[in-house]
């Protein structure tokens, strides 16, 4: 145990040492968060809505006045139909239309429901997500307003549809899938270099001809990565919630449980790519082609997996971000328990099993 | 020996990486056709002052020519007249000898028709004719720096740097290549050589000591010996060290 | 007799289609300084790395300590210090660290074994905070060898510690391992320097993979059989280039500012004085001498 820990403070000392790395593990979360913060957030102002009314009444009056006048939006106008609409779509000015339907107020009263449809041009996803949130969030505010006003228990349903872009690569489909690349590149990318360092530097030989076995070394040279990429993990979903009040539905606890989990998987696979190279640079390239793209392009991150040809589909199911995408989607958006995500689970457990298990056995105890 | 003309003029060279001094006020002078023997420790300043007679690097301050050129404005023409060898790059492995010899002399834009036929009478000198489509990888070290060097020269350069050009080579080959070099050097190309042999040391016309970015002595290697009651360039070595 | 500490019996190692090592044999006495002596190529770090259980050979076996360097690695890393060719050392952990790290992963610390490392390490130990990667040549080396030698271990290991070093430090680290001796350590120590090879208890040359000679140094020069004649004049080159045109001339190999020569037959000296005298060679200097290991590893080697 003494020479566990005496290998896992010299790592830490590699790493605090290091200035190129603590870039990577540190700032990199930060700036990406930050990059990706700005594509978002920026300020709705002066969005062009137009307003389809088959009602009419003093109801949909009253929230066409409110949305106009919360400062976000412009009035554009009202349509006369539903055909008016594509065209005002593609004149481009208009971001959204909202489509009252016929006898809005009397439905509203009278079975205490009523339907909005909220229609957005989604080709600019994200100024469309936000767009539509906003505008929910004032309808919503105007139904709480309401019930107090008559006491009864009223609802207004919006019903949100994208044009153009109905899968909607949208803003909180990003957060989930940084974390993962950011926790991929950390772990698995770090570990490989960084044993792979060993190697170049001719200090792995000294280290095989010492008592340690390599269970130890594997798992000195990894455990300062699992506690860093932890705290990364952590930055992540706090960062998400403060700055873009991404909300956690589900469990707080089985969010960083499964975080630990992908930490695992991607940390193996860095040790597993440090069994097949020799060389910092061939350790770097690996990573960039069997981690990196693939989490990028295959799992869902940015390009929604149902609609790609069936070869990749295919090919994604060996990405292990697409599962834990998939988790943390279902945990942090819908409040879903292990119950819903325990196939996927499962799958990331024995990536991990393998991955380990490979790698031990590849793992040489001399120099060829 | 009588002074000849003079093809490397140092003055005052000062290089620095950040606020490390490499090379402290260096100054000497290097006569046509002569072995000029740079010596020192690891770490001493010798790969230093070489990359910049080489033009490969600038120096912080100081005045230098070589080959009659200033190292500030025309390192293009530098490189030109001088070769170069080092010990740890000198020939591409995965190439095959006569790919390597006629890369090299290629790239000094030596005639198609000029390149044969000294290949030829190169590879005959040093006995390698039956290696001529072999690749370099396959050669013994020995045999590989025997033609680097070859290929150093090849262009008839005025200057030649070696950069411990027999570090870890056998005896023999180790004299044999001290042949080449003597015979470059009689055919009035001046050689710059360093080494961590000390009887290599011996076979310079002049030798440079260099200790912790500083020249510490320079002079023929009987003037040394004779300066520090030495019996060989091992004890001035040390004697300077200590 | 003291105990046998390595047996190394019909090695032989290929790379590819490169013969590393070619039926190697040796044996090592406990407590012995050991050179294994030959340029770059010649197969030391192969059979170094062999014996330190880092490479199998493809024939032959070998022990260490009696243990099978390839059925008993385990045991065998245990007790070995290794010193690799390009000295293992964390270059962004300072002195004390580098030296601790080695210490806690052989299950030791350093003050247990400071005794035996003291005099090696008060060299560097005013250094003590300063990174690795910013030492000179020689104090890596010490450095490097205070790590391998933290866990007192029976047998240390060294692949070229002295190459790439000034020749100060040089002398310095040979004056260490040889007061180490004192420890009963068997030490192996590999190096290109012939001149390295006469501070050794025993050496073996090696050249191509092959073993030309494993003797005393003593011994070694003993079997020198040739008359070794030390020759110099006002132009060396000339001389050199005359005598390798002579008749009768065996080898002449350039040694400083000499000449180191043997003949095929005994000619009387004045015979060979008028042959030179006849090319115009003035201040003409020649003598008997007896050889050193390099005269030796090249006899040997035009032998093979």
Request: charged share 25%.
């Amino acid at each position: 145990m003494k020479r566990f820990t005496g290998f896992v403070i010299k790592e830490f000392n590699h790493i605090l040492r290091d200035f190129r790395t603590l870039l990577i593990l540190f700032a990199m979360p930060a700036i990406q968060i930050l990059v990706f913060g700005f594509v978002v957030t920026n300020e709705l102002k002066d969005i062009r809505i137009a307003v389809l009314d088959q009602s009419g009444d003093r109801y949909t009056r009253d929230i066409t006045n409110k949305i106009m006048s919360s400062g976000y939006f412009i009035f554009d106008g009202y349509l006369e139909s539903t055909r008016q609409i594509e065209q005002k779509f593609r004149e481009g000015n208009v971001k959204q239309v909202i489509i009252f339907e016929p006898g809005f107020g009397h439905k509203l009263i009278r079975e205490k429901s009523a339907d909005i449809q909220l229609l957005a041009d989604a080709s600019d996803a994200n100024t469309a997500n936000l767009v539509v949130s906003y505008t929910s969030a004032i309808i919503q505010d105007y139904m709480m307003d309401l019930r107090k006003k008559t006491g009864g228990n009223l609802q207004i349903l919006p019903e949100i549809r994208m044009m153009y872009n109905e899968n909607m690569a949208g803003a909180y489909m990003f957060v989930p899938g940084v974390m993962a690349l950011i926790l991929m590149i950390v772990s698995a990318l770090m570990t490989s270099i960084s044993i792979t360092r060993e190697k170049e530097m001719g200090t792995m030989e000294t280290l095989l001809v010492s008592p340690l076995n390599p269970l130890q070394i594997v798992l000195g040279k990894v455990t300062p990565y699992v506690a860093l990429s932890f705290i990364n993990a952590v930055t992540i979903v706090a960062l998400g919630y403060f700055v873009f009040g991404l909300p956690v539905h589900g469990s707080l606890g089985l969010l960083l449980l499964e975080c630990l989990l992908f930490i695992s998987v991607a940390l193996s696979l860095g040790i597993f790519i440090s069994t097949m190279v020799d060389t910092q640079q061939m350790a770097m390239f690996l990573s960039m082609m069997i981690l990196m793209l693939p989490t990028i392009l295959l799992s869902g991150f940015i390009f929604p997996v149902e609609n790609m040809p069936d070869i990749l589909q295919w090919l994604s199911c060996l990405v292990p971000a697409k599962y834990f995408i998939i988790i943390v989607k279902s945990i942090m958006l819908k409040g879903t328990g292990i119950a819903f995500v325990w196939k996927e689970t499962l799958v990331l457990v024995f990536m991990m099993l393998f991955f380990i298990g490979s790698s031990i056995r590849r793992f040489k105890i001399r120099l060829e | 020996m009588n002074r000849k003309k003079t093809v490397i003029r140092v003055r005052d060279m000062v290089k620095k990486f950040g606020d490390f001094t490499a090379n402290d006020r260096l100054s000497f002078e290097v006569y046509e056709g002569e072995i000029f023997g740079f010596l020192g420790a690891n770490g001493a300043g010798k790969t230093t002052a070489l990359r910049i007679l080489c033009g490969l690097s600038l120096p912080t301050s100081g005045e230098i020519s070589v080959a009659g050129y200033n190292v500030y404005s025309d390192r293009e023409k530098i490189k030109k007249r001088i070769g170069y060898m080092s010990q740890k790059f000198s020939l591409y492995e995965d190439l095959k000898v006569y790919e390597n010899i006629r890369l090299y002399a290629g790239i000094y834009g030596l005639s198609r028709k000029y390149i044969r036929e000294r290949t030829d009478h190169l590879l005959e000198t040093l006995g390698l004719e039956g290696v001529r489509n072999k690749l370099i990888a396959e050669l013994p070290l020995g045999w590989r720096q025997k033609l680097a060097f070859s290929v150093a020269v090849f262009h008839q350069p005025s200057i030649v740097f070696l950069d411990e050009p027999t570090g870890g080579v056998d005896p023999i080959t180790r004299r044999q290549f001290w042949d080449l070099i003597y015979r470059a050097s009689q055919d009035g190309i001046t050689v710059f050589v360093t080494t961590h042999y000390m009887d290599e040391a011996e076979y310079c016309d002049r030798v440079c000591i260099m200790e912790a970015g500083r020249i510490e002595a320079i002079g023929t290697p009987g003037e040394l010996k004779g300066k520090y009651a030495a019996k060989n360039m091992d004890e001035v070595f040390i004697k300077i060290a200590r | 007799m003291d105990p046998l500490s390595v047996n190394i019996r019909n090695i032989s190692k290929t790379y590819r289609d490169a013969e590393a090592l070619q039926d190697v044999s040796f044996r090592i006495k406990r407590g012995e300084l050991f050179g294994l002596i030959g340029p770059d190529g010649a197969g030391k770090t192969s059979l170094f790395r062999i014996l330190a259980t880092l490479l199998l050979p493809d024939k032959g076996t070998a022990t260490v300590e009696d243990y099978d360097v390839v059925r008993d690695y385990k045991e065998i890393r245990k007790i070995t210090g290794y010193m690799a060719g390009r000295f293992s050392l964390y270059q962004d952990l300072t002195v004390e660290e580098n030296l601790k790290f080695y210490a806690t992963v052989f299950g030791t610390t350093m003050e247990e074994n400071y005794d035996l490392i003291k005099d090696i390490y008060s060299h560097i130990e005013p250094y003590k905070k300063r990174r690795a990667g910013k030492l000179s040549g020689g104090m890596k080396q010490k450095l490097a060898l205070s790590c391998a030698m933290i866990h007192k271990p029976r047998i240390l290991i060294m692949d070229e510690p002295t190459t790439g070093v000034d020749a100060v430090s040089r002398k310095e680290f040979w004056e260490m391992l040889i007061r180490l001796k004192g420890h009963d350590i068997t030490i192996l120590v590999s190096t290109p320097y012939m001149d390295e090879a006469e501070l050794c208890d025993q050496v073996a040359l090696v050249q191509s993979g092959r073993i030309l000679s494993v003797d005393t140094p003593q011994n070694i020069i003993g079997a020198y059989r040739r008359r070794l004649m030390d020759l110099s004049a006002s132009d060396l080159y000339r001389l050199k280039e005359d005598m390798e045109a002579y008749e009768h001339t065996h080898s002449v190999y350039l040694f400083g500012q000499k000449l180191h020569l043997t003949l095929k037959k005994d000619v009387a000296e004045e015979a060979l004085t008028e042959y030179l005298e006849e090319r115009g060679h003035r201040d003409l200097n020649m003598k008997s001498i007896s050889p050193n290991i390099e005269d030796c590893f090249m006899e040997l080697m035009v032998k093979a």
